[in-house]
Structure formats: structure tokens, C-alpha cells
């Protein structure tokens, strides 16, 4: 049996520009409004996770 990791991620950030500066933001607090197919598929997938009770 593995022993539990405390080094567990439970929320994941995402990078942007706001007023000319690099902002992390909260990956469960964006909506995507415009992405590749690869991107919205990763947004999707991780939300999932997260709903099954997963952490990273």
C-alpha cells in the first residue's frame, strides 16, 4: 500500500496578462471562452478530476 503524499496539489493556476503584468489565476475560477481543441480537452479532463475527487 502506498503511504499518502503531502505534497499534494489541490488547485492548479494558470498564467495570464492583466494591465501589462503576469497574473495566476485560479484554473477552477476561469471559464474558457476561446481555446484549441487540445486546450479545452485538457480544461475538461482536469475538471473531471477534480470532481472524482482526484488531486495532483
Do not use: C
Not at 3 to 20: D, H, I, Q
Not at 29 to 45: F, G, H, M, N, P
Amino acid at each position: 500500500m502506498r503511504k499518502p503524499s503531502l505534497n499534494r496539489v489541490r488547485e492548479m493556476f494558470v498564467l495570464t496578462r492583466f494591465a501589462g503584468r503576469q497574473l495566476g489565476v485560479p484554473l477552477s475560477q476561469l471559464e474558457v471562452l476561446k481555446a484549441s481543441r487540445e486546450t479545452q480537452q485538457a480544461v475538461d479532463d482536469w475538471r473531471y478530476r477534480v470532481a472524482m475527487g482526484n488531486e495532483f
